[in-house]
């Protein structure tokens, strides 16, 4: 299509590792921008500065998502929209969310450049609170955007210290008012998986999200002396934590096409020698298949009422996300694959396992997401990388993707 449309992956790197600075911290080897904290203020003020100096219109709607749309030549036609996040997880890589963005970023440039007249304005958006791991529901500004989650629920999130998300909100300065209402939705991301890298792809063309499904659960029994209390006269919290997560591991293993994983556990008292009285803990549930998603969901919790009743536990559980397995429109994820095709890159298709923001821009626009393989699979980690070739590849195809649904001309 564009063949001699190109993004210069060097700006981009040099953006990524740029943004790649802030949140870094003494004894970790990666960075920490947890929601709305100070790290993320400071990312997003770059951003903003970023997208000023680039002459887009910047917009921060109410639940913080950042917006910076170049206008098009017909002042009615809504944005396309391209994006992902700048918020990590505790320990994070550089690429996660940041490469979505920062390419987009470099697209508007380029079509500045190229001096390209669009006919839909073209913008980038960064989605607050992607991660979900100071706040909870993950994907919460594009969530709340799309309607799926009331806003003021959303304000009313605490954190561990009991800050609110709208204390933090106004604290970091993007409590904003705008709103932006997209034509579709574009989310170029690193693959977080090993699939295209191992398989040697170099362009994943993502199918959907696999459904998402997280609970704060707590085990309370009773503290007592290790030493001297026997095993049938326990109400060991950890003993029911522990039989509920290997029960639920040896689940998904049996069906197939399902995850499950306690990422965080607290023990009260904490004491060598003391029965734990309290387990405080998180589940994690994913599937990408609808039947195996709605019936897992009722397992984790069947499972867990009945480690609780057998052992003598009290049982509290709050479901903190449900977000559902997504299968992008085909003429979107076609779209994706025809314009990796017409630059003769290698496809592969695939459903997504990490939530992104495009699971719920799918609900109110259309939207396609684009893979660049991981190197090794890793991510959620310091050791996330992906090669520069692949990464420009993947910018090429959300340039040709974006550029085929806003319309455009391009002087000769
Ligand atoms: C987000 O990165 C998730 O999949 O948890
Ligand atoms: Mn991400
Ligand atoms: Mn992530």
């Known amino acids: 299509m564009n063949e001699e449309l190109r993004v210069d992956v060097v700006r981009i790197l040099r953006n990524l590792n740029k943004l790649g600075k802030i949140g870094r911290r003494e004894g970790f080897n990666g960075v920490t921008r947890l929601a709305l904290s100070e790290e993320d203020r400071e990312a997003r003020d770059l951003l903003v500065s970023w997208m000023e100096e680039g002459g887009l219109n910047v917009r921060v709607d109410p639940i913080g998502n950042i917006f910076g749309v170049r206008r098009g030549s017909n002042p009615n036609f809504k944005p396309v929209i391209m994006g992902s996040h700048i918020d990590t997880v505790i320990d994070a890589g550089i690429y996660d969310g940041a490469y979505g963005v920062l390419s987009a970023l470099e697209i508007l440039r380029r079509i500045d450049e190229e001096g390209i007249e669009t006919q839909h304005p073209v913008g980038v958006a960064a989605f607050t609170n992607e991660e979900g791991v100071r706040f909870q529901p993950d994907m919460m500004g594009s969530l709340v955007k799309s309607g799926g989650y009331p806003l003021e629920k959303a304000y009313a999130r605490k954190d561990d210290d009991g800050v609110t998300v709208k204390e933090a909100l106004k604290g970091i300065g993007y409590l904003g008012r ?225 550029l085929a649904k806003a319309g455009f001309k391009k002087e000769p």
């Open 178 to 402: 705008d709103d932006v209402k997209p034509e579709a939705y574009f989310e170029l991301h690193v693959e977080q998986g090993p699939v295209l890298h191992k398989r040697g792809f170099e362009i994943g063309v993502v199918e959907g999200v696999q459904g998402i499904a997280w609970w704060r659960m707590a085990f309370r029994g009773e503290a007592n002396h290790a030493g001297t209390t026997p095993l049938d006269m326990r109400k060991d919290a950890m003993a029911g934590a522990a039989e509920l997560y290997t029960g639920l591991l040896e689940y998904v293993a049996k069906k197939g096409n399902a995850l499950c994983t306690v990422g965080k556990l607290r023990l009260e008292p904490g004491a060598i020698n003391v029965v734990p009285s309290l387990a405080d803990f998180t589940i994690d549930y994913r599937s990408y298949d609808d039947a195996i998603f709605k019936e897992g969901k009722a397992e984790v919790e069947r499972r867990a009422e009945e480690v609780a009743k057998r052992r003598g536990l009290t049982l509290d559980k709050e479901m903190t996300a449900d977000a559902q397995p997504v299968h992008f429109r085909p003429e979107m994820v076609g779209l994706v694959e025809a314009s990796a095709r017409k630059r003769t890159y290698s496809t592969f298709r695939l459903p997504s396992g990490a939530g992104h923001d495009a699971q719920f821009m799918h609900v109110i626009c259309p939207t396609a997401m684009i893979f660049v393989p991981s190197i090794n699979g890793v991510s959620h980690s310091p050791g996330e990388r992906s090669d520069a070739a692949d990464l420009e590849r993947g910018a090429n195809v959300l340039f040709d993707c974006t």
